[in-house]
């Protein structure tokens, strides 16, 4: 079956740290770049990191920059986003994602939610 899961949301407080995973199944893992996406309520879905399927190449949005490192190790098929120094803007649901940009396919995991509150 072709998947992806996400893990690892919760609640914390400002200034703490969680690190999400994303889980791939059914497909070639290495062979798809991977992003981590967030949704605030009320706003649109945006990109947070993308990382390279070799992890040759990494990139940040400018409010995560120096916080979050998105990282992967394709022997476990599994994609992370570690996060740190969370702030109460971090509130959001996130999502993973993979894209084979040659074939155009993308995969969307089902999100899980990060709550950053006092």
């Known amino acids: 079956q072709v998947q992806l899961v996400e893990s690892g949301g919760g609640l914390v407080q400002p200034g703490a740290s969680l690190t999400l995973s994303c889980a791939a199944s059914?497909?070639?893992?290495?062979?798809?770049?991977m992003r981590w996406y967030r949704q605030a309520p009320g706003k649109e879905r945006s990109l947070v990191a993308a990382?390279?399927?070799?992890?040759?190449?990494?990139n940040y949005a400018d409010s995560v920059k120096g916080r979050f490192t998105i990282s992967r190790d394709n022997a476990k098929n599994t994609g992370y986003l570690q996060m740190n120094s969370l702030k109460l803007e971090d509130t959001a649901v996130y999502y993973c994602?993979?894209?084979?940009?040659?074939?155009?396919?993308?995969?969307w995991g089902q999100g899980t939610q990060v709550t950053v509150s006092s």
């Open positions: 990382i390279a399927g070799d992890s040759s190449h990494r």
């Open positions: 059914g497909f070639t893992f290495s062979s798809y770049d």
């Open positions: 994602n993979a894209i084979h940009w040659q074939n155009g396919i993308v995969r």
